[in-house]
């Protein structure tokens, strides 16, 4: 049986990996609140006239930018899938431990099960265009 000074210098011997494994990742929490980010709405349309039987849902098309070091918190995307086309910079999606770092002019999709966060690590803006299915407001 090891001693408590063996059991200690293992935990903490872990505890240094778990906190170096993270760090050499890259990994940060998720932030409260947005931090650097502004958007624009760019366009809109209703889907209950162009499309039977989906009344009650706009197409929706923004812009977003993040600056460096800013982020989108946590949050998801239920009754809103979404494509995000990135037009400048670096923006890393953060989906539970995975995250992807995309470049100008790759494109991803946000299905109803997605929760995730954004950020900028980069030193430029990170520009993205979001074109989302949304409730009527």
């Given amino acids: ?3 408590p000074i063996v059991r ?18 890259g990994q940060t929490d998720p932030p409260d609140n ?16 162009e499309i039977d039987g989906i009344s009650g849902r706009v197409l929706r098309q923004h812009q977003t930018t993040i600056e460096p070091g800013g982020a989108i ?23 539970g431990s995975a995250s992807k770092e995309y470049v100008a002019g790759e494109s991803y999709a946000v299905g109803k099960s997605t929760r995730h966060w954004l950020e900028n690590k980069g030193a430029e803006p990170a520009v993205f265009i979001a074109t989302s299915i949304i409730k009527q407001p």
């Fill in 34 to 49: 947005a931090k650097g980010v502004s958007r624009k709405e760019l366009t809109s349309i209703s889907l209950a006239g």
């Fill in 8 to 25: 200690t210098s293992i935990v903490l011997l872990g505890v240094i990996l778990l906190i170096g494994t993270r760090w050499a990742m």
């Fill in 73 to 95: 918190p946590l949050h998801d995307h239920v009754d809103r899938p979404e494509i995000i086309f990135v037009f400048a910079g670096r923006l890393v999606d953060h989906q």
């Fill in 1 to 3: 049986m090891p001693t």
